[in-house]
DNA sequence: ACTATACGCAACCACAAGGTTGCGCTTCAC
DNA sequence: GTGAAGCGCAACCTTGTGGTTGCGTATAGT
C-alpha cells in the first residue's frame, strides 16, 4: 500500500492550505504558493517535499521554474481508514445492541 | 467547527492503532491499551488525551480506572474536507477539458 | 553579455512531540 | 487496615519538525 505518510502529511495546516490551494489553481510554484502563506519560498518547498513524498503532488520542471500539481488519489487511502474504523465501530454498536435485546 | 486537530490526532501511528483497537472493543483502560503497543501505560495516556482533545475518545471514570471509548463523530470532518477537496479538484479538471475542447 | 528570477542545498535555530522514570493519591480486595 | 492496582502529575531527555538566512547555480529576457 502506497506511503502511509498522507496521515502525516495533512497533519500540518499551511500544508492542507496548499492542498486547498492547489486544487483550485491547477499548477503553481513553489514561489507562488509560498505568496500564499506566512512563510518563505524555502519552507513552502519543504512542505511540497513532504506532499511529494506522500504522493500528494507531481512535480514537473518547466525551464527554470517547477510547476506543482495535485494529485489527490493517496487521500482515498485515508478516506478508506476512516470507513474502515467506522464500518468496525458500527458492527460493534450492534452486536452490543443484539446483546442487550436478548 | 470543531477542533481542528483531528488531522493531528491522526497524525501519530500509536494513536491510529488506539483508534483501531477501541472501534473494536467498546472500552479499554489506559493500561490496557499501553499493552497494546509498545510503550509506558503514561504515553498511552497522552496520546489518549491528544485524542480525547480532538473529541475522538470520551473518557469515563469508573472506580479507581478511566475507561475510554470511541466518538468517531470527528472523522466525518476529515472526511469531508477530502470530499471538498476532490470535488473542488474534479471542477477544475472539468474547466480545464472544457477550455481544451473550445 | 548582463541582470533579474527561480531553484537547490546546507547550516543553523527554537520549540513541540513522543517517550521514560519517579512519586504520591485513591480505590478495591482481603 | 494493609497491600496491590490504577491513575495523575511533574521533571527530564531526545528527536523531529517548521522555519529562517545565506550562498551558489541555471534559465529567461532584453
Redesign the interface.
Known sequence: MPP?DV??A??D?HR?AL??FL????TATAGELAQQLPVTRQAAAKHLETLHAAGLVERRRAGREVRYQ?T?AP?AD??E??SK??A??DD?LDS?RRYLER
Open positions: 502511509p496521515f502525516d495533512l497533519a495546516p492542507r492542498i486547498g486544487a483550485a489553481h491547477e495535485l489527490p487521500l485515508v478516506s481508514w476512516i474504523v467506522g468496525e465501530w460493534r452490543l
